[in-house]
């Protein structure tokens, strides 16, 4: 995985705001969470959320899904995956025996 792809996950997930909306949506599963259950959760404004969502979004670490008119948020776990085996795959590799 490019480092500069993985640069960018970790600054959105660098945001106390951010991180906590990602866990929430980590935590829905693959069926996602609704903006709206979203923004009840974590109390904040949908201006600020929506700015935040969009960040995650960007960065490839979250989807949107619209059934209706209900907007999912949906957490990317491939993506998820590939950027904790980028830095577990250099764990220790500079370790002499």
Excluded: N, W
């Excluded at 640069?7 to 693959?30: D, M, N």
């Excluded at 490839?60 to 590939?82: D, H, M, N, P, W």
């Amino acid at each position: 995985m490019d480092i500069e792809i993985v640069a960018k996950a970790l600054k959105e997930l660098g945001h106390p705001t951010r991180l906590a909306i990602y866990k929430s949506v980590v935590r829905a599963g693959y069926q996602g969470i609704a903006v709206g259950g979203l923004q009840e959760k974590l109390d904040i404004p949908g201006s600020t959320l929506s700015h935040h969502v969009s960040g995650l979004a960007s960065a490839g670490l979250i989807s949107q899904r619209r059934e209706g008119r209900t907007l999912f948020c949906v957490a990317e776990y491939e993506k998820l995956t590939s950027v904790i085996g980028f830095l577990q795959d250099e764990c220790c590799f500079d370790e002499t025996c």
